[in-house]
């Protein structure tokens, strides 16, 4: 998507395509920053197991932190 908006994009494409690689990229950080946690946390993906997992590893405050990260990540 860069590329396109950065060669065909209208009158500001460069600025345009910038823009776009700077919030997917910082998308993409909350959420890889969020499944690290999980992992250090739990010491898996389990998905059967990661809530009760978290709930004993994790404080709420870090529960809600963590749910904001992924929620931010992939509402970007």
């Not at 993409?28 to 993906?45: D, K």
């Amino acid at each position: 998507m860069y590329f396109l908006i950065g060669i065909w994009g209208g009158a500001r494409r460069e600025y345009a395509a910038i823009k776009f690689f700077i919030y997917t990229f910082f998308g993409s950080i909350a959420i890889l920053l969020g499944l690290i946690v999980i992992y250090l946390s739990t010491g898996s993906f389990d998905l059967i197991a990661l809530p009760e997992q978290l709930k004993d590893k994790l404080s709420e405050t870090g529960r809600t932190v963590l749910f904001l990260l992924l929620v931010g990540g992939f509402l970007v």
